[in-house]
């Protein structure tokens, strides 16, 4: 996020800006116990007005988007509803009172002694997520069927006017790009297609440079961007689906006529499909009229491929397939793109502008895709083409053109979850195509891409797919593999997702600095005020996150004291996080879909030190999956370390309603929501933050949730872990495939799936904290920052422990200890753990780095790092003892026994736990017992009665030192 001397600024100025208003004004502020909501319609005022006070007083209902609205109303007790107020101070966002979204109530302090306001009304209106869907039907394992995403879900689609394209590309109405491929023919340019109607009136199309700050945080000095006329696109134009879009339009010529021109693409395409019912149609390489790119089209003809430069003659009439092939000329490599056609057209000209096609009762349509993916071909593969047409491979052409006719458009998914597996089934429907020619196909349905790829790259079971081909075709997503016919299903294991809490241990004369370290960052528990009152927070991410996870999951190094004020304090803290002012009703653009997004956000307005101040979340940027993710994680560590269950129990709609935006910004193609709102792909804290907030959403659902909500964390947490499990093996696969990226160098690493592969430099400069990719953040994209998370990395050593570990060995190379030890803490901590994980000499490299940094304390959020070095050597982990409280837990190291104090609340509960040595001998209440094995094979289950109890284990004293570190999956 931000560095810390902003957020220390950015508060004075919210404290000063909030004394103030409490001179000026009698103030009623919501708590949890009487709140509004969105559904709220009427509200009771009492007034106890002072003497001599005006008969009618003006109450000011302030607006979370900063919007004030008044009434006047009369001593004592009114009854009021949103139309009795006017609104007199615009905000930054205007869509009317809803009572929901009031942080507080204000009158003159010289007329009013005390404000106290009742909600009460419903307006009857019921948002998805608040009604389960019934099932539909029984799997043969006996699990429900539940409706998965589906059309109501903005889902990949409304991520920004000029949707975010296909599996090859980019996507605009009159072309596709790759933003990742620069041309070395033409300086600042990147690879471009378009299909255009000749003499169109409007903008011409141009490509232009933006600095970092103006677009959206990409970690890239600039971002390129084509550009057109901004009001060509409305919104009602547009069709989209979670899978499909249909964008139509009436395009004027230069002559004065008007014809349609419709452009359609799928998430699960490998290209376009563009209609017109124009005479003409114009395609070709770079900007439209600027005469570069196009080097040959290959024909089909009875006497087999004709090779046509530009210039020369071309005859529709010798077409005797459907498609022709353009390709390109950089000189660095060739996208070469296959053009299907459903008329035979009736003149075909062919220049170095690109080709004309000609028909005069309408073009019809044109499907557009790369046969070749993802992939570059080199340029002495593209001459040896140009000289010698039997050299084209035409097998494998006529293989990928069924893709792009029996184009797969919708997608219809379920899903049912038994034994922390999810089986996903998916329904396509496909574009007709009839052509001139009577070619038939047959259709496929392809899987996720990152699906395919976890399962080629072992991080799935070769299991989770069957009867699927292997088409040969890389996508940047992964290899595209489908099932014959319009059905196709696979299976996603529920990633485990433990945060190995860390019992307290004794450490080694040689870590005594780092207890230090750790007892002097706990000590802020201090700071911590359980009699702070509940009311609308602007910052939840400080009070759901920053003071519950780090420190809780350090809790054993607490003293007794220190222990239970935390436990008060962030009981009370967490209050703001639970509040439903925090969040706020959004409504995609494109498709309607409402859902829940965080109603105050960084870079919201413009203020003194720049542009990252508070401001309400209103239609531009914000960090969706950071501020949601961190929301519910905070939640959850609360409910699972403090027990405060009968807390969340009560306000559990609030916690329902934050998981909306993963279900109606989830992508089929990212298996996540996989962007920001504005449009940008997320990265770096984004979508470990997401990712961690899915894990906290899933246990607390297996709590507190219905059948429905339970089955439906586990299945958004499943697709979750694919995208999370790619990340650290991604640029071996761009390797593969030849994809290249204009910003990767050397050793460089990919942190992003989207059109801006979010790239980290490998030569970071000490020091340096100014988002750019020469800062250590960028490198630090794909395991964090902001603490991490376990979980997270737990993810990464259960299913690519491999890739996990290289990746943090090229980044020790890249960005040594000695340069990276001068950055901050927010960059340094996910990587400190990451060591630890992989434990042995990147556990003590992980120390070392600490030790360089000679901090004597941290943020509270960063302690928990800490901790898991110095219980490396205990080889006892606990797991979950849900709904439980332990209330301490320490090893001794010469005995070989860990000392439990567990409180099991009225109804008991199951202590669940781990250990690397073997056999483990238990006792509660000093009487042995017999454990059984745990659900998922390496767990231990203790069952502890209601009421406080003791539990030791202990394991045999040869066992109980492990100097290597956690031991690694291996």
Same mark, same amino acid.
């Given at each position: 996020?931000?560095?810390?001397?902003?957020? %220390?600024?950015?508060?004075?100025?919210? /404290?000063?800006?909030?004394?103030?208003?409490?001179?000026?004004?009698?103030?009623?502020?919501?708590?949890?116990?009487?709140?509004?909501?969105?559904?709220?319609?009427?509200?009771?005022?009492?007034?106890?007005?002072?003497?001599?006070?005006?008969?009618?007083?003006?109450?000011?209902?302030?607006?979370?988007?900063?919007?004030?609205?008044?009434?006047?109303?009369?001593?004592?007790?009114?009854?009021?509803?949103? $139309? *009795?107020?006017?609104?007199?101070?615009?905000?930054?966002?205007?869509?009317?009172?809803?009572?929901?979204?009031?942080?507080?109530?204000?009158?003159?302090?010289?007329?009013?002694?005390?404000?106290?306001?009742?909600?009460?009304?419903?307006?009857?209106?019921? %948002?998805?997520?608040?009604?389960?869907?019934?099932?539909?039907?029984?799997?043969?394992?006996?699990?429900?069927?539940?409706?998965?995403?589906?059309?109501?879900?903005?889902?990949?689609?409304?991520?920004?006017?000029?949707?975010?394209?296909?599996?090859?590309?980019?996507?605009?109405?009159?072309?596709?790009?790759?933003?990742?491929?620069?041309?070395?023919?033409?300086?600042?340019?990147?690879?471009?297609?378009?299909?255009? +109607?000749?003499?169109?009136?409007?903008?011409?199309?141009?490509?232009?440079?933006?600095?970092?700050?103006?677009?959206?945080?990409?970690?890239?000095?600039?971002?390129?961007?084509?550009?057109?006329?901004?009001?060509?696109?409305?919104? !009602?134009?547009?069709?989209?689906?979670?899978?499909?879009?249909?964008?139509?339009?009436?395009?004027?010529?230069?002559?004065?006529?008007?014809?349609?021109?419709?452009?359609?693409? &799928?998430?699960?395409?490998?290209?376009?499909?563009?209609?017109? *019912?124009?005479?003409?149609?114009?395609?070709?390489?770079?900007?439209?009229?600027?005469?570069?790119?196009? /080097?040959?089209?290959?024909?089909?003809?009875?006497?087999?491929?004709?090779?046509?430069?530009?210039?020369?003659?071309?005859?529709?009439?010798?077409?005797?397939?459907?498609?022709?092939?353009?390709?390109?000329?950089?000189?660095?490599?060739?996208?070469?793109?296959?053009?299907?056609?459903?008329?035979?057209?009736?003149?075909?000209?062919?220049?170095?502008?690109?080709?004309?096609?000609?028909?005069?009762? #309408?073009?019809?349509?044109?499907?557009?895709?790369?046969?070749?993916?993802?992939?570059?071909?080199?340029?002495?593969?593209?001459?040896?083409?140009?000289?010698?047409?039997?050299?084209?491979?035409?097998?494998?052409?006529?293989?990928?053109?069924?893709?792009?006719?029996?184009?797969?458009?919708?997608?219809?998914?379920?899903?049912?979850?038994?034994?922390?597996?999810?089986?996903?089934?998916?329904?396509?429907?496909?574009?007709?195509?009839?052509?001139?020619?009577?070619?038939?196909?047959?259709?496929?349905?392809?899987?996720?891409?990152?699906?395919?790829?976890?399962?080629?790259?072992?991080?799935?079971?070769?299991?989770?797919?069957?009867?699927?081909?292997?088409?040969?075709?890389?996508?940047?997503?992964?290899?595209?593999?489908?099932?014959?016919?319009? $059905?196709?299903?696979?299976?996603?294991?529920?990633?485990?997702?433990?945060?190995?809490?860390?019992?307290?241990?004794?450490?080694?004369?040689?870590?005594?600095?780092?207890?230090?370290?750790?007892?002097?960052?706990?000590?802020?528990?201090?700071?911590?005020?359980?009699?702070?009152?509940?009311?609308?927070?602007?910052?939840?991410?400080?009070?759901?996150?920053?003071?519950?996870?780090?420190?809780?999951?350090?809790?054993? %190094?607490?003293?007794?004291?220190?222990?239970? !004020?935390?436990?008060?304090?962030?009981?009370?803290?967490?209050?703001?996080?639970?509040?439903?002012?925090?969040?706020?009703?959004?409504?995609?653009?494109?498709?309607?879909?409402?859902?829940? #997004?965080?109603?105050?956000?960084?870079?919201?307005?413009?203020?003194?030190?720049?542009?990252? =101040?508070?401001?309400?979340? #209103?239609?531009?940027?914000?960090?969706?999956?950071?501020? +949601?993710?961190?929301?519910?994680?905070?939640?959850?560590?609360?409910?699972?370390?403090?027990?405060?269950?009968?807390?969340?129990?009560?306000?559990?709609?609030?916690?329902?309603?934050? +998981?909306?935006?993963?279900?109606?910004?989830?992508?089929?193609?990212?298996? @996540?929501?996989?962007?920001?709102?504005?449009?940008?792909?997320?990265?770096?804290?984004?979508?470990?933050? &997401?990712?961690?907030?899915?894990?906290?959403?899933?246990?607390?659902? !297996?709590?507190?949730?219905?059948?429905?909500?339970?089955?439906? &964390?586990?299945?958004?947490?499943?697709?979750?872990?694919?995208?999370?499990?790619? !990340?650290?093996?991604?640029?071996?696969?761009?390797?593969?495939?030849?994809?290249?990226?204009?910003? +990767?160098?050397?050793?460089?690493?990919?942190?992003?799936?989207? =059109?801006?592969?979010?790239?980290?430099?490998?030569?970071?400069?000490?020091?340096? @904290?100014?988002?750019?990719?020469?800062?250590?953040?960028?490198?630090?994209?794909?395991?964090?920052?902001?603490?991490?998370?376990?979980?997270?990395?737990?993810?990464?050593?259960?299913?690519?422990?491999?890739?996990?570990?290289?990746?943090?060995?090229?980044?020790?190379?890249?960005?040594?200890?000695?340069?990276?030890?001068?950055?901050?803490?927010?960059?340094?901590?996910?990587?400190?753990?990451?060591?630890?994980?992989?434990?042995?000499?990147?556990?003590?490299?992980?120390?070392?780095?600490?030790?360089?940094?000679?901090?004597?304390?941290?943020?509270?959020?960063?302690?928990?790092?800490?901790?898991?070095?110095?219980?490396?050597?205990?080889?006892?982990?606990?797991?979950?003892?849900?709904?439980?409280?332990?209330?301490?837990?320490?090893? @001794?190291?010469?005995?070989?026994?860990?000392?439990?104090?567990?409180?099991?609340?009225?109804?008991?509960?199951?202590? =669940?736990?781990?250990?690397?040595?073997?056999?483990?001998?238990?006792?509660?209440?000093?009487?042995?017992?017999?454990?059984?094995?745990?659900?998922?094979?390496?767990?231990?289950?203790?069952?502890?009665?209601?009421?406080?109890?003791?539990?030791?284990?202990?394991?045999?004293?040869?066992?109980?030192?492990?100097?290597?570190?956690? =031991?690694?999956?291996?």
């Amino acid at each position: 996020m931000i560095p810390f001397r902003k957020i %220390y600024r950015l508060f004075l100025c919210i /404290l000063v800006s909030c004394l103030s208003n409490l001179a000026i004004a009698a103030e009623w502020t919501p708590t949890l116990d009487n709140t509004p909501n969105l559904h709220t319609t009427t509200l009771t005022l009492t007034i106890k007005a002072k003497p001599g006070a005006a008969e009618k007083i003006p109450v000011e209902l302030h607006n979370l988007a900063e919007s004030v609205w008044t009434a006047e109303v009369p001593a004592g007790t009114t009854t009021l509803t949103a $139309k *009795d107020f006017t609104c007199t101070k615009e905000g930054r966002v205007n869509d009317g009172l809803v009572f929901g979204y009031i942080m507080k109530i204000t009158a003159p302090e010289k007329d009013v002694e005390s404000i106290e306001a009742k909600w009460s009304g419903d307006d009857g209106v019921r %948002y998805p997520w608040e009604v389960d869907p019934a099932p539909l039907g029984q799997a043969s394992d006996g699990a429900t069927i539940w409706p998965g995403l589906h059309r109501e879900n903005a889902g990949h689609f409304a991520l920004r006017y000029e949707p975010n394209g296909t599996l090859m590309d980019s996507v605009s109405f009159d072309g596709i790009s790759r933003s990742h491929h620069y041309l070395s023919a033409v300086d600042g340019e990147f690879w471009q297609f378009h299909f255009v +109607l000749p003499d169109k009136v409007g903008t011409v199309r141009t490509v232009s440079r933006k600095k970092n700050e103006n677009v959206h945080m990409s970690g890239l000095s600039s971002q390129m961007n084509v550009q057109g006329e901004s009001s060509e696109y409305n919104p !009602k134009d547009a069709k989209a689906d979670w899978t499909s879009f249909r964008w139509t339009r009436k395009v004027r010529v230069k002559s004065g006529k008007i014809y349609t021109k419709e452009l359609r693409y &799928g998430a699960m395409g490998l290209g376009v499909q563009v209609e017109t *019912d124009s005479p003409k149609l114009a395609v070709g390489y770079g900007p439209a009229g600027k005469g570069h790119g196009n /080097l040959f089209l290959v024909m089909p003809t009875t006497e087999g491929l004709q090779i046509v430069k530009p210039g020369e003659p071309l005859n529709p009439l010798k077409m005797n397939q459907n498609w022709l092939l353009m390709v390109d000329s950089d000189p660095v490599g060739s996208i070469p793109v296959m053009l299907i056609f459903q008329h035979k057209p009736d003149a075909l000209e062919y220049k170095e502008t690109g080709l004309t096609i000609t028909r005069e009762k #309408g073009v019809g349509t044109l499907a557009v895709g790369a046969p070749f993916g993802a992939s570059v071909l080199a340029p002495e593969k593209v001459r040896k083409w140009s000289r010698a047409a039997g050299e084209i491979p035409k097998a494998k052409l006529l293989k990928f053109r069924p893709h792009l006719m029996a184009y797969p458009w919708g997608c219809t998914e379920t899903f049912s979850v038994k034994d922390n597996q999810v089986h996903i089934g998916d329904t396509m429907t496909f574009l007709p195509w009839q052509d001139d020619w009577g070619t038939k196909c047959e259709p496929a349905s392809p899987i996720p891409p990152m699906v395919a790829l976890s399962v080629e790259r072992n991080y799935l079971p070769k299991t989770s797919v069957t009867d699927v081909k292997k088409t040969g075709i890389k996508t940047r997503f992964g290899p595209y593999w489908v099932r014959e016919g319009d $059905k196709v299903d696979y299976t996603l294991p529920v990633p485990r997702a433990w945060d190995n809490f860390s019992i307290r241990t004794r450490p080694p004369a040689e870590l005594e600095w780092l207890e230090k370290i750790t007892l002097n960052t706990l000590a802020g528990v201090g700071s911590l005020k359980p009699d702070q009152p509940s009311q609308p927070k602007v910052w939840t991410h400080d009070w759901t996150y920053d003071f519950s996870a780090g420190a809780w999951r350090a809790a054993n %190094y607490l003293t007794p004291e220190q222990r239970a !004020k935390m436990r008060t304090g962030t009981r009370e803290r967490i209050l703001g996080g639970l509040l439903p002012q925090n969040f706020r009703l959004r409504i995609d653009p494109i498709t309607g879909a409402k859902y829940m #997004g965080v109603s105050f956000v960084w870079y919201g307005k413009q203020g003194p030190w720049g542009t990252f =101040e508070l401001g309400p979340n #209103g239609y531009g940027y914000v960090d969706q999956p950071f501020w +949601l993710g961190i929301n519910l994680y905070g939640i959850y560590t609360q409910a699972k370390y403090n027990a405060a269950w009968d807390l969340i129990r009560e306000n559990w709609p609030v916690v329902r309603s934050l +998981l909306s935006y993963y279900e109606f910004y989830n992508s089929w193609t990212f298996m @996540d929501p996989g962007a920001q709102e504005c449009g940008g792909y997320y990265h770096a804290d984004m979508p470990t933050a &997401g990712y961690a907030g899915l894990v906290g959403y899933y246990y607390l659902a !297996k709590q507190l949730g219905t059948e429905y909500q339970k089955d439906l &964390g586990a299945y958004l947490l499943a697709r979750s872990a694919v995208p999370m499990g790619c !990340k650290l093996g991604f640029l071996s696969y761009m390797e593969q495939i030849g994809m290249r990226h204009c910003e +990767l160098v050397d050793k460089a690493l990919p942190s992003g799936f989207g =059109e801006e592969f979010v790239a980290s430099l490998h030569r970071p400069v000490a020091g340096e @904290d100014n988002w750019s990719s020469s800062d250590p953040w960028w490198e630090t994209g794909c395991i964090g920052p902001q603490s991490g998370q376990p979980e997270v990395m737990d993810l990464f050593v259960e299913r690519c422990f491999d890739d996990f570990g290289n990746f943090e060995r090229i980044f020790l190379e890249c960005c040594p200890n000695e340069i990276f030890a001068k950055n901050n803490d927010v960059r340094i901590i996910p990587h400190v753990m990451a060591r630890t994980r992989l434990g042995g000499d990147m556990l003590q490299s992980g120390a070392e780095l600490v030790k360089l940094q000679n901090r004597p304390a941290y943020l509270l959020r960063d302690v928990q790092a800490f901790t898991e070095i110095l219980s490396a050597e205990c080889p006892i982990r606990l797991i979950d003892w849900t709904p439980g409280y332990i209330e301490e837990a320490s090893w @001794d190291a010469k005995v070989g026994s860990a000392k439990i104090v567990v409180d099991g609340g009225e109804k008991g509960c199951t202590l =669940e736990f781990t250990s690397k040595a073997s056999p483990v001998r238990v006792l509660l209440d000093d009487k042995a017992v017999e454990i059984p094995d745990g659900d998922q094979g390496d767990t231990m289950k203790v069952t502890i009665p209601s009421g406080k109890h003791m539990v030791r284990l202990e394991v045999p004293s040869s066992e109980s030192s492990h100097p290597s570190g956690m =031991e690694n999956k291996r």
